[in-house]
């Protein structure tokens, strides 16, 4: 999360998309920019490495990401340029694929006197497409979050996202499922802001499952 308001969009890379059925803990987190409305997995806890241009943010971040409940989500952003924390949280309202509705805020920094930006965000998710509406609201006015993402398939997903307002950009990028808790996620960013600038953004994320999938496993007949 960097201390500028585009940060918003970074600072909770607080989804954790589900690939497909066939990859019940790949995680697909985030898109590339914007806030996304489906929840961590309960229990699970997300570790990423973010680098970026300058442009964009904080140039070296690393991110740590719990679902806490099956309605509830915490993030933590540690920024190394300027050094820094970063809070944001999301709750889900409604979390019954096809239709999902979340709300939270993002890029509380209060080492740099950063306010919380709240959103709301809709969803409406199916086994391939994921298509993304919302509304966040940063200082002193609200910007708008459009997303799309495409699953091919339980390795690879094809993904664009737009956040109105000067600072913001335009985005396209994919991710891949290097191994079941394994991700990579490189992405191009094209600035709202003349003259317009095309920037570089990757982030490595690996998803550790604390207690979710152990006590699933536990309660099955037969195993230990």
């Known amino acids: 999360m960097q201390p500028r308001h585009l940060i918003a969009s970074h600072v909770l ?7 497909t059925a066939h990859a019940s803990f790949a995680t697909t987190k985030g898109l590339n920019q914007i806030v996304t409305p489906d929840l961590q997995r309960e229990g699970d806890l997300s ?9 964009i943010g904080n140039p070296y971040e690393i991110q740590s990401e719990l679902g806490l409940t099956k309605w509830a989500e915490i993030a933590v952003f540690k920024g190394f340029k300027p050094n820094e924390l970063i809070f944001g949280t999301e ?3 409604l979390q019954r694929e096809p239709y999902l509705l979340s709300v939270g805020f993002v890029n509380w920094s209060p080492h740099s006197h950063v306010d919380p930006q709240p959103f709301i965000e809709a969803g409406y998710y199916t086994e391939h497409s994921k298509v993304i509406v919302g509304a966040i609201h940063v200082g002193y006015r609200n910007e708008v ?3 799309y993402a495409y699953d091919f398939n339980a390795t690879w997903r094809a993904q664009i996202d737009f956040q109105s307002g000067s600072g913001n950009s335009s985005t396209i ?5 290097l191994t079941r808790d394994l991700q990579v996620n490189p992405a191009i960013y094209v600035t709202n802001d003349a003259p317009h600038h095309a920037l570089g953004y990757i982030v490595f994320t690996y998803t550790f499952h604390l207690w979710g999938e152990k006590e699933k496993r536990a309660a099955q007949p037969g195993e230990k």
């Open 13 to 19: 890379a607080v989804s954790a998309i589900l690939a």
């Open 47 to 55: 570790l990423s490495f973010q680098a970026q241009s300058e442009r």
């Open 91 to 93: 709750l889900g309202l």
């Open 145 to 147: 979050i459009l997303g």
């Open 173 to 177: 990028g994919v991710t891949c499922n």
